[in-house]
T-cell receptor, first 113, second 114 residues
Framework: EDKVVQSPLSLVVHEGDTVTLNCSYEVTNFRSLLWYKQEKKAPTFLFML????IEKKSGRLSSILDKKELFSILNITATQTGDSAVYLC?????????????FGKGTSLLVTP | NAGVTQTPKFQVLKTGQSMTLQCAQDMNHEYMSWYRQDPGMGLRLIHY???????DQGEVPNGYNVSRSTTEDFPLRLLSAAPSQTSVYFC?????????????FGNGTRLTVT
């Protein structure tokens, strides 16, 4: 059974800290790994990772995938209170339907002033 | 740029009532899906569709029906609402034929069943 596990489940940091969120996955027929940020509404897309070792970067956020170890991390540097959210990781596979997606339970990040 | 549109945003039902949550997308996405999100449970797939006329069950399909008569619309029906269906529901879609297309979410429907 495909599985996506995120850690930690929750995290509290001070503004300016750097955080690393973890996502491990066990999925068959891997297609991609997705990261989303969810505040009090719909998840918003952050990154899609398909290849090992290639860092995706957007401002203070970056992410990388290790396909051998079935692992991805999301880094946030110089955190701000606006980074407070739940961060979701999802493993995407090629299934009989052509697409299947498994979400982890998320990491809840709180950045305090 | 409408993207994925869900209606209503909020709904309160009594046990046993029926209703339909609407979802429409204007991006010509083949794949559409419904998730429910509950505290501590993450996003769980209810039903999905890979094209008009094709639907399939996800992880938690019981109590829900779907149909896909057009590419744009994917309504979710609750035939007889139960308190266990109190949740936030998200519709999401993607372009299957483009590997770089992520899943796009609607803004959600918060449903309370009393």
């Amino acid at each position: 059974e495909d599985k996506v596990v995120q850690s930690p489940l929750s995290l509290v940091v001070h503004e300016g800290d750097t955080v690393t969120l973890n996502c491990s996955y066990e999925v068959t027929n891997f297609r991609s790994l997705l990261w989303y940020k969810q505040e009090k509404k719909a998840p918003t897309f952050l990154f899609m990772l398909t290849s090992s070792g290639i860092e995706k970067k957007s401002g203070r956020l970056s992410s990388i995938l290790d396909k051998k170890e079935l692992f991805s991390i999301l880094n946030i540097t110089a955190t701000q209170t606006g980074d407070s959210a739940v961060y979701l990781c999802a493993g995407v596979t090629n299934s009989n339907s052509g697409y299947a997606l498994n979400f982890g339970k998320g990491t809840s990040l709180l950045v305090t002033p | 740029n409408a993207g994925v549109t869900q209606t209503p945003k909020f709904q309160v039902l009594k046990t046993g009532q029926s209703m339909t949550l609407q979802c429409a997308q204007d991006m010509n996405h083949e794949y559409m899906s419904w998730y429910r999100q509950d505290p501590g449970m993450g996003l769980r797939l209810i039903h999905y569709s890979v094209g008009a006329g094709i639907t399939d069950q996800g992880e938690v399909p019981n109590g829900y029906n779907v149909s896909r008569s057009t590419t744009e619309d994917f309504p979710l029906r609750l035939l007889s609402a139960a308190p266990s269906q109190t949740s936030v529901y998200f519709c999401a879609s993607t372009l299957l034929r483009r590997a770089s297309s992520p899943l796009h979410f609607g803004n959600g429907t918060r449903l309370t069943v009393t």
